[in-house]
Nanobody, 117 residues
């Protein structure tokens, strides 16, 4: 059973923009902090941005000012707006839901983002 499903990845030139979406089940989404992570080839997965159930947001330093995370509770969807993309942003991007009460993590299948120079 798919709990989280990402979409919106693709190929873009440096300086361009993409918006990732992650749709989740109602039960998981409304009780979770939502985040985006990424994993580039040969590198560890890293957290990119987080939004709590209350709407507080956190970003890794390398994307501050360029990426924006948001959530639409009515649609059970979290977004990652990525602007001014750089080749080093190339990675598989994963959506994550961490249930507040018990800390259980759910992951999406990932979506590829490729930024060409």
């Amino acid at each position: 059973q798919v709990q989280l499903e990402e979409s919106g990845g693709g190929l873009v030139q440096a300086g361009g923009s993409l918006r990732l979406s992650c749709a989740g089940s109602r039960t998981i989404f409304r009780n979770s902090a939502m985040s985006w992570h990424r994993q580039a080839p040969g590198k560890q997965r890293e957290s990119v941005a987080t939004i709590t159930s209350g709407g507080s947001t956190y970003y890794t330093d390398s994307v501050k000012g360029r990426f924006t995370i948001s959530r639409d509770n009515a649609k059970n969807t979290v977004y990652l707006q990525m602007n001014s993309l750089k080749p080093e942003d190339t990675a598989v991007y994963y959506c994550n839901a961490r249930v507040v009460i018990d800390g259980v993590n759910y992951w999406g299948q990932g979506t590829q983002v490729t930024v060409s120079a």
